[in-house]
């Protein structure tokens, strides 16, 4: 344990139909999320209660948790925490889609109470993303245990970093239960959050990807933006930066309803963007979300064949055909091959350059640029692509704020 004390919206898609089909070498090759018994990474939930329980005796204690909130034996958080003879669980938060995470992207969650504990349910993604007095009445320390996705816009490190600041103000101290980043711990991408872009989706500027746990952001927050908190991280054991998640041992849990899939979450940091232009159809709704990119006028052949001789690292485009009943679109679906090399963000954007490319009145017609910078964190990119540009010294000029931050984040790193 680390210790510090300071001062998508897309309608349902009925079927789909996946051209050319995907050889089987390749799918039996993909790292399957299986508990593999070797690997074993254990958690911060699993310390907390093998080694660390005396943190938390004698006093009131709130979770912050979803469903993502278990051990490595698939145990709830939750569960764990209430049926403990010395601990004294007194209140539960809820982050976006729900303390069970059933609820769709960017719908209010309403306080109630939990069927299995009785306990309160306070809702941090409704009228107020903030805790307030009357739901920290009483708590001495407010634990956080959520799987994030190692993503910026991904709202539970905002959550996260708005209770760190409300439980500042309180003397309230605020204990992370660390999980593994997806990703690892050595992959960043994109440009650092803007200042004028600053928002829910993206609280502090770093980077799209930015490569490290919950843990070592909230101290990260702690250390570079003075949040006032006692803050302690529970360490994971049998895990290092360059682990993915599929050299953890751990079962992948669904982050969100959308993200049901290891598969889905490698892709997200880029097709995540993608669906916000309004372009193209990402699949949501489908067995393949956000792993699709499809429309009715796009020549799935033409596409395919222009991404897949740009050789990116990790990944193939196989051609595929969505028909929801007499409606057809055609597209590419991303076939992620070694999810160690694959850049998500920078295939996403590669992506909407060949799209641009090829089909410039649909690009101008229907990109959003607002939502595009909004979640990006920087106009640049949108700039470039509206004007023709190549986006290749875009990336490069990223490429820069990206060293600055793997510095500036050193000291925080835990693994």
Not at 76 to 92: C, F, R, Y
Not at 231 to 250: K, Y
Request: glycine share 10%; charged share 20%; proline share 6%.
């Amino acid at each position: 344990m680390t210790r510090f004390n300071p001062g998508n919206r897309e309608q349902h898609i009925p079927q789909i139909l996946i051209c050319l089909g995907i050889l089987l070498p390749l799918l039996c090759s993909f790292p399957t999320t299986a508990y593999n018994e070797q690997a074993g990474t254990k958690l911060g939930i699993d310390i907390l209660l093998e080694k660390k329980i005396d943190v938390l005796k004698g006093k009131s204690i709130g979770l912050i948790t979803n469903q993502t909130g278990c051990n490595s034996e698939l145990l709830s958080t939750i569960d764990l925490l209430h049926k403990h003879p010395e601990l004294n669980l007194i209140a539960l938060f809820a982050p976006e889609h729900g303390i069970r995470g059933k609820i769709k992207a960017g719908q209010s969650i309403q306080s109630c109470h939990d069927k299995r504990t009785g306990l309160p349910v306070y809702s941090l993604y409704g009228k107020t993303k903030r805790p307030t007095d009357k739901m920290l009445r009483g708590i001495d320390v407010l634990l956080f245990d959520i799987q994030d996705i190692g993503v910026r816009w991904y709202t539970y490190i905002s959550t996260m970093a708005i209770a760190m600041e409300e439980a500042g103000k309180r003397g309230i101290e605020f204990i992370v239960l660390d999980r593994p980043n997806p990703f690892g711990g050595l992959k960043i991408e994109g440009p650092v959050l803007g200042k004028h872009q600053r928002s829910f989706i993206g609280r502090y500027p770093i980077p799209v990807v930015h490569g490290m746990t919950a843990g070592e952001l909230a101290l990260f927050y702690q250390g570079e933006f003075k949040v006032p908190v006692t803050l302690e991280v529970v360490l994971m054991e049998g895990w290092n930066r360059s682990m993915v998640w599929n050299d953890t041992g751990l079962t992948w849990i669904p982050t969100s309803p959308n993200i049901p899939t290891l598969e889905s979450a490698f892709v997200y940091p880029g097709m995540g963007l993608v669906g916000e232009t309004g372009l193209v159809s990402i699949g949501i709704g489908s067995t393949l979300p956000f792993q699709i990119a499809s429309a009715p006028w796009i020549s799935p052949q033409v596409l395919a064949k222009q991404m897949n001789d740009k050789h990116l690292p990790g990944v193939i485009f196989e051609l595929v055909s969505i028909s929801a009943g007499r409606k057809k679109r055609t597209g590419v679906h991303i076939q992620v091959t070694d999810s160690r090399g694959f850049m998500p963000l920078s295939t996403a954007l590669h992506l909407l350059e060949a799209i641009r490319n090829l089909y410039p009145d649909r690009f101008i017609s229907f990109f959003k640029q607002n939502n595009f910078d909004k979640y990006l964190g920087s106009s640049a990119m949108s700039k470039a692509l509206k004007k023709g540009e190549n986006i290749e010294p875009v990336l490069q000029e990223w490429q820069q704020e990206i060293e600055k931050f793997r510095e500036k984040r050193k000291q925080y790193l835990l693994y």
